[in-house]
Structure formats: C-alpha cells, structure tokens
C-alpha cells in the first residue's frame, strides 16, 4: 500500500525559532493535508493543498504542495508554547471512492519557553 | 456545532469481550472512516464508508466489523477482543472525496 515517510520524527526547539518538517511518499497524491493533534485530542486541520506546486499560508503556518507530487513540507515561523504538539502529513490519491487519506507518522514538536 | 461525537471516551475490555464504538457526525458529511492510533505511528485506517449504505475495508481491518447505520452513524465492532486492539480509536468524517477530515476525540480502548 501507500506509505508516507514523515520527518524528522521530533523536534525540540527554543521559543521564538522556525520550524520544517516534510513528508515523502513513492506514490502520487492529488491531495495533501496538514493535521495537528494536541494531547487527548483528535486530529485538526492546518492547511490543505489541492494543487501541484500550490504553496498555502495560515498565519505562521506555511505549507506547500511539491511539484512531483511525491512531497509536501511545512514550515512554522516564530514558534510559539502553542505550538507543541503532534504534526502530522496526510495524503489522498484520486483512486478513491472516499476522501481517505493515508497517514505518515508524525512529527512530535516541543517548544521550549 | 458537535462535529464528530465518539462515545464511549474510554473503555476497558478483558480479552475475548466484544464491544461497539459509536460515532455520529452532524455536518451532514458524505464519508465517514474509522481509524487506529499507537504510540509513535500515524493514524491507520480500519474501515470506511464513501456514503450511506457501503463501507469497505481499509489498511487494517480484521478483527473488526462496521455499520453504516445512516447518514450520521458509523459504528465499530470488536467481536471478540484482542490485547492487539489496544489503541485509540478514532472516528472521522468528510464532506465528499478529496476534502478534509473531521476527527472525534477518540476512544481510548484497554483490552487487558
């Protein structure tokens, strides 16, 4: 099946820095999707792209949707305690009968004051 | 506005019982899904339900079964349940293909 390399795995930053994560995937996707997921919580939406190349801002948050298809990043710029949580990339092909994504991993994000 | 409504919050079940997750969503979606997460992995996909009165298998559907009841409900059965299933179950649901997700608040499930 499709699988999705999501990294780094975590992260440990100081107040105030920016932050990248990326994930990867041998498949194309038509669909990328950025979720946050706080502790005891279910996954909330960040930021959707729809378009190769498509590159999407949320307020700090920065996304983009890679040319090949194969990839997506997000960025986070003057991070914030807030911010801490788990990242996670999602992507869905147009294969499908329902809008099911596949999941990478996540990427862990601790911000320290 | 609700969203997705996922009951019970927790539950502990000792192995062989069977038990039914429900989930209900009120944003008249078309899709709804079923999803596993354990410590240090992505959300992976049990079963799901494209529309009212079909449901397909997803990555990891055994030991498992699922009812589209109507538009708004989608449970989730463990027939008889495993240390295996331990995890936090979450519901889902999207308005068509190719649009975002909606999480419950998951299901913390200790089966013992």
């Known amino acids: 099946g499709q699988q999705l390399n999501q990294s780094p795995q975590s992260m440990f930053i100081q107040e105030g820095e920016d932050v990248s994560m990326n994930c990867t995937s041998s498949?194309?996707?038509?669909?990328w999707l950025w979720y946050k997921q706080d502790p005891g919580e279910g996954p909330v939406l960040l930021i959707a792209?729809?378009?190769?190349?498509e590159l999407t801002s949320n307020g700090r948050l920065t996304a983009q949707f890679g040319i090949t298809r194969k990839d997506s990043f997000l960025n986070i710029s003057a991070s914030i305690p807030s911010d801490v949580g788990i990242y996670f990339c999602?992507?869905?092909?147009?294969?499908?009968?329902?809008?099911?994504?596949?999941f990478g991993d996540g990427t862990t994000l601790t911000v320290k004051p | 506005n609700a969203g997705v409504t996922q009951t019970p919050k927790f539950q502990v079940l000792k192995t062989g019982q069977s038990m039914t997750l429900q989930c209900a969503q009120d944003?008249?979606?078309?899709?709804m899904y079923w999803y596993r997460q354990d410590p240090g992995m992505g959300l992976r996909l049990i079963y799901y339900?494209?529309?009212?009165?079909?449901?397909d298998k997803g990555e990891v559907p055994n030991g498992y079964n699922v009812s589209r009841l109507n538009k708004r409900e989608f449970s989730l059965r463990l027939e008889s349940a495993a240390p295996s299933q331990t995890s936090v179950y979450f519901c889902?649901?999207?308005?068509?293909?190719?649009?975002?997700?909606?999480f419950g608040q998951g299901t913390r499930l200790t089966v013992v």
């Open positions: 944003m008249n979606h078309n899709s």
């Open positions: 339900s494209a529309s009212e009165g079909t449901t």
């Open positions: 999602a992507g869905q092909s147009l294969n499908t009968n329902a809008g099911k994504s596949t």
């Open positions: 889902a649901s999207s308005k068509d293909r190719n649009t975002e997700a909606f």
């Open positions: 792209l729809y378009k190769a190349g």
């Open positions: 498949s194309i996707f038509n669909t």
